[in-house]
Structure formats: structure tokens, C-alpha cells
């Protein structure tokens, strides 16, 4: 009976037709009175999880989350979705804080978001305690957040439980979050006292998902070529570009917007206002591109971010799962793409060195971080060289067994062989030797390949003796095999003014040693990455991606008229519909307003509200 309520609702007001796993039994557990802890990684649908239960159940459904942004989001997905809900924080003036808890009074919502520091005011207190309102419902949203061990530890959310204690009966209590480690999943059953809670985990796998690590010659020639590629693929694609340090946000931004992208920008070092502007370009689709630190991301849901390109490499796999991960909520195929380089690792460590958060703990804990810490890195480095599945790599990380083949990572679309590279080590090590100076990695690529250039030219350095030694083997296996010497520790990165080549000390073992050195190398022709992509587009996911050219056309129509509508609204256009959504409707090109309900994501509500304009612009397009 429930379940079929359940699911009624679920497509009445979000349009979609069946659950996702997990969603279905944590929402009965609920429904049937029991705490629930819900592990679902990103993008899975976590609020959904407590959304339908608050339609469901009597009385009021109060939602605790940890950032301001993250509440404006959901609650204006479910205005748009024809839910009354609002949200209690301190982005609210007085007199609308007043406001809004007056509604609430007179039952206008069924679903309450509310920041922890709220719970205990007395404002806030005065309403729950009123005759007449019952708590039925607590959810708390990325509950990881009242873990130490966690890395978003709030403490404000420690104040959840005496605001329970205060209640005079017990709600329902669910906690949801992506993080899936033990002691943080214990510690949300002990602080927030979940008793006999259904623990429901889902795979931490996200099929729609394409994983790549590039050791790209010129990193950022290799991005602007790969957003110029999405811009013919797809126009108007969002993605996020992830950088680890303020200075690379500021240079990689600076630079993309000189070459005509739409671009903005994201750090810590820039005032509120700015970051607010820039972040709200990016979600309302003002701009495609958003440059960014790590700073960026927590409580965006936006949820048709097509790349998410790493510039560096991150500091472990949790952080780059998450950022990673919030490419393609909407289920749609995304990239997440690395780009590695040596440096990275040591930009990281020093990170690691000063950290300032364990500034506060004793020696003895502040040791056992570190070394936690530089663990995580080695970790995090060695994804950027298994030659084995990304995806495969990834889950085992967290636990999770998964076959060794996804067929949707640049690994496994790649043809590996072991090559020998003992010939080649020597000739760029005794290259190195010879040279007067210090040089970086292409100088040296320049003259082993006997590259007859001005810069070599004009410092002689054509008489190298090894001048020409590998002349053919192509640039970029000379790269590869430059970043595995420096990866084995022969040859060393030291950063003068620029960053130049030196052979380490181990360099020495490995002239005298003749013996055979042996790397794995993808095969010279790689296949055509997105012909072997395609295959699996096509199988698993592909609304937008596998349109044909000639609806793509209607596509970006309907994409212009979101907009538009988006802009009436207020709302970001991923609230008015998906990407998805948008790419279903081009294809089945609806004719009517019942036919438009079949499309997924398309609610009664917004049928209502913006069906008609839809209809025209695909009548007009047929
Ligand atoms: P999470 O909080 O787990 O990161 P969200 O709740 O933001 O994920 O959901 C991600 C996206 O998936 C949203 O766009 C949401 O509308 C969509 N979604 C959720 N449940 C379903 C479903 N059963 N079918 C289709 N789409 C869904
Ligand atoms: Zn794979």
C-alpha cells in the first residue's frame, strides 16, 4: 500500500518512474517507523529518501543541513516540484525568520530545512513546542558532519541530540551521507543515538561516470583542446576545473577567459561576495566553466556538471572521489579527468607538512595524521598509475568488490604492452649528465629526439652527445617514460625557477646495472577514445549524448527556453528540468500534455506550469 503511495508521489511531483536502489527501503523503514542510516555516494538521490516519507507522514518532517546553500537548493527544487518547504538559517532578515515561522505555524509546509545552530534558539524552540505541531520526521542530511573523524566535522552538529532531548516525544531519526568509512558511520549511530536503525548502503559505483588520468605533455593546451572537443560535442556544457592552488585558479581562469570561454572562478582568497557571484553564474548557467580550489563544491547540486577535470591532483582518493563525483548527478554520461604531474605530489606533501588544523592535537596524534595523510597520497598517486580499471581501483579503495573490467575508463579502453625502456632510460639519463645546465622535461625530449630548433640550436646543445640517440620514439612515450623514471625515484623534479630535470642518486645503480627495465605502455595507436566511450554510452546510459544530430537542434531550443524560463523563476535552469529530461523530450518529441508525462522528470506540477511552452517550441521544431 505504501510503496504504491510511494511510488504515485514519486512521479506526480518529480516525474521519475521507478526508485533507484536503496531509495525504496529506506523510505519504507521510515514510513514504517524505524531510524534509518542511509550511505549512498553523490548524485545517488539521497533526498528523495527523506522527501517522499514527508509527504507521506503526518505532521511536519524537519531536515538538518550544514550549509546554507545546500538548503536553497533543495528547497527550490521543491517549490518547483509543486512542495510547499522552506528553510530556517541565517540568511533570513528577522522579519522573514519571523515570517517564515509563522507559516510554518499555520502547517503551510510539510518539510522544514533548519541549520543545527537553530535548533536551540528559543524562537525555533516556541514553535515545535506549539500546540498543534508534531515532529514526525527528523532527517539529517550529510550526517557525517557530527563525526571528528569525518572531514566536514561541524560542531553545531552536536547539538542535534539535546535538541531531541528536549522534544517531549521521539521523531522518526534517518541520517544520510556518501561517507562510507566505519568509524564515521559508528559514530552517526552513537551521537545521534539511532536506535536499531535499517543501515542501507549502495554500491559507491557510478556507472555514467568515465575515468581517465592524462599525463598530458602541456597540460593546459590538452584542456583547452578537450573543452573545445565538449563545446562540438555538446554546446554549453557546464564542468568544474578543479586546481590546488589559489595562484593555478587565478592563472588557469585568467588564461581560458583570454582564449573566449566562459569562465568564473572560485578560492578562499577571494571576498564572499565574489565567491557567491561566481558560484551563482556557474549554477544559473551565466558561466560554463568553473575554475576552482577545493573550496568549491560542498552544497553544490547542480546537477548537470558534464567534466570535472582535475588540473592537479588531489590529495587523497576521498577528495577526489567527491569532486570527481560531482560530475552527472542527473545519470547522464560525465568525464572526470586527472591530469597528473610530479610536482603535484610535492605541492601535497607540503600541504601535509603544515597542515595548521593539527596545529591543536598532541605530538603523538599529530604523527599518526601525518603519516595517515601521506598514506592517502601514495594511495592517491598510485591511481594515477595503475594500469588496471580506474573504476576498479576506485571501489576497492572503499571497500567495495567490483569486477576488474568496467570498459568506461581510459585504462580499460587502452591496449597495454610491456615495454623495455632500459635503452631509452639511459640515452635521457646521460643526456641529462652532459648538459651544462639544468633543463626541464621538453629541452630534454628536444634534443634527444635531435629536434633541430632555435632554443637547441642557439645553445649548442645539438652537441649533446646524445643529441638525436631516440629520434624515433614519439614525444609523448618520451613523456611517459620520463614521468616513470621520475615515479621510480631515478630521475628528479626540482623546481628552480621553472621545474628542471636531475638525475637522482639511484640514477647511478641503474646506468651500471644492464639489465632490462620494463614499464607497461599503452600501445602507440590508442583506440579513438570516444569511439570505445560510445559503445558503452550507448549501452548504459546516453539520453543526451546518444542524440541524433538532427534533434540536437530541438535540444538546444528547449535548453534556450529553460533558460528563459529559469531566469522568470529565479531558480537555476537544472531546476526547472534536466539536461536529461530536456534530451528524452527532443527524441520523443510529445505532441500532448499526457504524452509529455511520460517523459522522466516531468511532475504534474511542472506539466501544469510550463508544459504548454514546451509543447510549442517542439511543435514548432517537428
Ligand atoms: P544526493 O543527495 O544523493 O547527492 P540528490 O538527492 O541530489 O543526490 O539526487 C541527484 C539527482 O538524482 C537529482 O537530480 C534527483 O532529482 C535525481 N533523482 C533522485 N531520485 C531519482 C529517481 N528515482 N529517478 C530519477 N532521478 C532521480
Ligand atoms: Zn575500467
New binding site residues.
Given amino acids: 500500500m505504501s510503496k504504491k503511495t510511494a511510488e504515485k508521489l ?1 512521479k506526480q511531483y ?1 516525474g ?5 536502489e536503496g ?1 525504496e527501503q529506506l523510505i519504507e523503514a521510515v514510513l514504517s517507523g524505524r531510524d534509518v542510516l542511509g550511505i ?10 527523506f ?1 517522499i516519507p514527508a509527504l507521506m507522514m503526518e505532521g511536519i518532517t524537519l531536515v538538518i543541513s550544514p550549509l546554507i546553500s545546500l538548503m536553497k ?2 528547497v527550490g ?1 521543491l517549490n518547483q516540484a509543486g512542495i510547499h518547504a522552506a528553510f530556517l538559517n541565517s540568511s533570513l532578515s528577522v522579519g522573514q525568520y519571523a515570517k517564515a515561522l509563522a507559516y510554518a505555524r499555520e502547517g503551510r509546509y510539510k518539510i522544514i530545512y533548519v541549520a543545527p545552530e537553530r535548533l536551540e534558539t528559543q524562537g525555533f524552540l516556541d514553535f515545535v513546542m506549539s500546540e498543534g505541531i508534531k515532529i514526525s520526521f527528523l532527517a539529517v ?1 550529510e550526517a557525517h558532519c557530527v563525526s571528528q573523524w569525518g572531514q566536514d566535522f561541524r560542531p553545531s552538529y552536536l547539538k542535534i541530540l539535546d535538541f531531541l532531548k528536549k522534544l517531549p516525544y521521539r521523531p522518526v531519526i534517518g541520517a ?1 551521507t ?1 561517507t562510507a568509512t566505519t568509524g564515521v558511520r559508528d559514530d552517526i549511530m552513537d551521537i545521534l543515538q539511532l536506535q536499531d536503525p535499517s543501515v542501507i548502503t549502495t554500491g559507491f559505483d557510478r556507472e555514467n561516470l568515465y575515468f581517465a588520468v592524462r599525463k598530458p605533455v602541456d597540460k593546459y593546451k590538452e584542456l583547452v583542446s578537450y573543452i573545445r572537443r565538449k563545446e562540438k560535442e555538446m554546446p554549453g556544457s557546464s564542468g568544474i576545473v578543479y586546481c590546488l592552488t589559489r595562484k593555478n585558479v587565478e592563472d588557469v581562469c585568467y588564461n581560458l577567459r583570454k582564449e573566449g570561454f566562459s569562465v568564473t572562478r572560485y578560492h578562499a582568497g577571494l571576498s564572499d561576495m565574489e565567491r557567491k557571484e561566481n558560484q551563482d553564474d556557474f549554477i544559473y548557467d551565466r558561466r560554463q566553466i568553473m575554475v576552482a580550489t577545493n573550496a568549491f563544491g560542498m552544497g553544490i ?1 547542480k ?1 548537470d556538471v558534464r567534466f570535472v577535470i582535475h588540473y592537479n591532483m588531489p590529495k587523497n582518493m576521498e577528495s577526489y572521489y567527491q569532486e570527481a ?1 560531482r560530475a552527472g ?3 547522464e554520461p560525465s568525464d572526470c579527468i586527472l591530469y597528473y604531474e610530479p610536482m603535484d605530489v610535492r605541492t601535497n606533501r607540503f600541504f601535509i607538512e603544515n597542515n595548521e588544523d593539527n596545529e591543536a592535537l598532541d605530538e603523538i596524534t599529530r604523527r599518526l595524521v601525518k603519516e595517515r595523510d601521506e598514506e592517502r597520497l601514495r594511495q592517491m598517486t598510485f591511481y594515477c598509475f595503475t594500469t588496471g580499471c580506474l573504476r576498479n581501483y576506485i571501489l576497492d579503495y572503499f571497500g567495495e568488490a567490483s569486477p576488474g573490467y568496467c570498459g568506461n575508463c581510459l585504462n580499460c579502453i587502452t591496449q597495454f604492452e610491456d615495454v623495455d625502456i632500459a635503452r631509452e632510460a639511459a640515452s635521457i639519463l646521460r643526456c641529462i649528465k652532459a648538459n651544462h645546465m639544468n633543463y626541464g622535461v621538453t629541452v630534454i625530449i628536444d634534443i634527444v629526439r635531435g629536434a633541430g630548433n632555435q632554443k637547441i640550436l642557439s645553445r649548442g646543445l645539438d652537441r649533446n652527445p646524445e643529441y638525436g640517440s631516440l629520434k624515433e620514439v614519439t614525444v609523448p612515450r618520451l613523456r611517459q617514460i620520463i614521468q616513470e623514471l621520475l615515479f621510480r625515484g631515478y630521475l628528479e623534479l626540482s623546481n628552480d625557477n621553472y621545474p628542471v630535470l636531475k638525475a637522482a642518486d639511484a640514477a647511478e645503480q641503474l646506468q651500471q646495472e644492464k639489465v632490462p627495465l620494463l614499464m607497461k605502455l599503452a600501445k602507440e595507436r590508442e583506440p579513438e577514445r570516444s569511439a570505445g566511450r560510445g559503445k558503452v554510452r550507448r549501452k548504459k546510459a546516453g539520453a543526451a549524448a546518444s542524440l541524433e544530430e538532427k534533434d540536437l537542434e530541438l535540444f538546444e531550443a528547449l535548453r534556450a527556453l529553460r533558460k528563459e524560463i529559469a531566469a522568470e523563476e529565479k531558480v537555476p535552469p ?1 531546476m526547472v528540468f ?1 539536461d ?1 529530461t530536456l534530451a528524452l523530450m527532443s527524441a520523443a518529441k510529445p505532441e500532448n500534455s499526457s504524452e509529455i508525462l511520460t517523459i ?2 516531468v511532475g504534474d506540477y511542472k506539466m501544469e506550469k510550463y508544459g504548454a511552452r514546451f509543447l510549442e517550441v517542439i511543435a514548432r521544431r517537428i
Wanted: proline fraction near 3%; charge should be negative; include cysteine.
Fill in positions: 514519486l518529480f521519475y518512474d521507478g526508485f533507484r531509495q549512498m555516494p553523490t548524485g545517488a538521490g539521497k533526498s528523495m529518501c522527501q537548493d533543495q527544487a542530511d544520510y556518501a547540486d546537477s563525483g548527478r542527473d545519470g537544472y534536466s536529461k522522466s522528470g
